[in-house]
Protein backbone atom coordinates (compact mmCIF):
# COMPACT_ATOMS: atom_id res chain seq x y z
CA UNK A 1 0.00 0.00 0.00
CA UNK A 2 1.36 3.19 -1.00
CA UNK A 3 0.44 5.60 2.00
CA UNK A 4 2.25 7.83 4.80
CA UNK A 5 1.67 7.51 8.54
CA UNK A 6 1.78 10.14 10.81
CA UNK A 7 1.70 10.43 14.21
CA UNK A 8 2.33 12.58 17.18
CA UNK A 9 -0.42 14.70 17.00
CA UNK A 10 -2.64 15.63 19.66
CA UNK A 11 -3.99 18.65 22.12
CA UNK A 12 -1.10 20.71 24.25
CA UNK A 13 -1.29 23.12 26.29
CA UNK A 14 0.43 26.77 25.06
CA UNK A 15 3.98 26.70 25.04
CA UNK A 16 4.33 22.80 25.11
CA UNK A 17 5.74 20.88 22.52
CA UNK A 18 5.09 17.95 20.12
CA UNK A 19 6.75 15.84 17.82
CA UNK A 20 5.02 14.81 14.85
CA UNK A 21 6.38 11.52 13.02
CA UNK A 22 5.54 10.61 9.20
CA UNK A 23 6.70 7.63 7.67
CA UNK A 24 6.34 6.85 4.21
CA UNK A 25 6.01 3.50 2.23
CA UNK A 26 8.74 1.22 1.29
CA UNK A 27 7.03 1.50 -2.43
CA UNK A 28 7.28 4.85 -2.18
CA UNK A 29 10.99 5.14 -3.31
CA UNK A 30 13.29 7.76 -5.04
CA UNK A 31 12.04 10.59 -2.18
CA UNK A 32 13.41 14.12 -3.41
CA UNK A 33 11.76 16.57 -1.03
CA UNK A 34 9.66 16.02 1.92
CA UNK A 35 7.45 18.30 4.19
CA UNK A 36 4.82 19.25 6.55
CA UNK A 37 2.01 21.63 6.18
CA UNK A 38 -1.19 22.85 7.92
CA UNK A 39 -4.81 23.79 7.42
CA UNK A 40 -6.75 26.10 10.35
CA UNK A 41 -10.00 26.35 9.95
CA UNK A 42 -10.67 29.58 7.69
CA UNK A 43 -7.21 29.24 6.44
CA UNK A 44 -5.75 28.14 3.28
CA UNK A 45 -2.87 24.81 3.12
CA UNK A 46 0.64 26.82 3.95
CA UNK A 47 3.57 25.37 3.55
CA UNK A 48 5.39 24.94 7.51
CA UNK A 49 8.72 23.31 6.38
CA UNK A 50 9.90 21.25 4.08
CA UNK A 51 13.55 19.47 3.85
CA UNK A 52 15.49 19.03 0.33
CA UNK A 53 17.08 15.50 0.00
CA UNK A 54 20.13 17.01 0.56
CA UNK A 55 18.70 18.48 3.74
CA UNK A 56 18.43 21.82 2.91
CA UNK A 57 15.27 23.04 5.37
CA UNK A 58 12.72 25.87 4.95
CA UNK A 59 10.57 27.13 7.30
CA UNK A 60 7.25 29.17 7.48
CA UNK A 61 8.30 32.60 9.22
CA UNK A 62 5.24 31.81 12.12
CA UNK A 63 7.64 28.75 13.46
CA UNK A 64 11.17 29.52 12.58
CA UNK A 65 13.11 29.52 15.73
CA UNK A 66 10.91 27.15 17.53
CA UNK A 67 10.48 23.98 14.62
CA UNK A 68 12.60 21.53 13.39
CA UNK A 69 12.52 19.35 10.47
CA UNK A 70 14.29 16.59 9.83
CA UNK A 71 14.20 13.37 7.54
CA UNK A 72 16.22 9.83 8.01
CA UNK A 73 15.69 8.84 4.52
CA UNK A 74 17.00 4.92 5.14
CA UNK A 75 13.73 5.22 7.14
CA UNK A 76 11.72 6.98 4.43
CA UNK A 77 10.89 9.16 7.73
CA UNK A 78 10.13 12.93 8.25
CA UNK A 79 9.89 14.36 11.23
CA UNK A 80 8.72 18.07 12.51
CA UNK A 81 9.74 18.73 16.24
CA UNK A 82 7.43 21.94 17.23
CA UNK A 83 8.19 23.62 20.60
CA UNK A 84 6.37 26.67 22.60
CA UNK A 85 3.69 25.76 20.94
CA UNK A 86 0.89 28.55 20.42
CA UNK A 87 -2.83 28.80 19.84
CA UNK A 88 -2.05 29.89 16.33
CA UNK A 89 -0.38 26.76 15.87
CA UNK A 90 -3.45 24.79 16.23
CA UNK A 91 -4.64 23.17 12.26
CA UNK A 92 -4.28 20.21 10.70
CA UNK A 93 -1.07 19.20 9.79
CA UNK A 94 0.01 16.78 6.22
CA UNK A 95 2.90 15.26 5.67
CA UNK A 96 3.93 15.53 2.05
CA UNK A 97 7.00 13.57 0.02
CA UNK A 98 7.97 13.86 -3.64
CA UNK A 99 8.34 10.75 -5.16
CA UNK A 100 7.82 7.66 -7.14
CA UNK A 101 6.04 4.13 -6.25
CA UNK A 102 5.85 1.28 -9.21
CA UNK A 103 2.52 2.07 -11.08
CA UNK A 104 3.15 5.59 -11.96
CA UNK A 105 5.85 9.01 -12.61
CA UNK A 106 6.97 11.27 -10.09
CA UNK A 107 3.85 12.93 -7.90
CA UNK A 108 3.32 14.26 -4.44
CA UNK A 109 2.33 11.88 -1.95
CA UNK A 110 -0.30 13.50 1.19
CA UNK A 111 -0.49 11.98 4.47
CA UNK A 112 -3.40 11.64 6.04
CA UNK A 113 -3.69 14.83 8.57
CA UNK A 114 -3.13 14.83 11.93
CA UNK A 115 -5.01 17.35 14.80
CA UNK A 116 -2.63 19.18 16.59
CA UNK A 117 -4.58 21.40 19.17
CA UNK A 118 -3.21 24.14 20.99
CA UNK A 119 -5.10 25.64 24.05
CA UNK A 120 -4.77 28.94 25.43
Known amino acids: QVQLVESGGGLVQAGGSLRLSCVAS????????MGWYRQAPGKARELVAS???????NYADSVKGRSTISRVNAKNTVYLQMNSLKPEDTAVYYC??????????????WGQGTQVTVSS
Open 96 to 109: KVDGVSASGPRADF
Open 26 to 33: RNIFRINA
Open 51 to 57: ISSGGIT
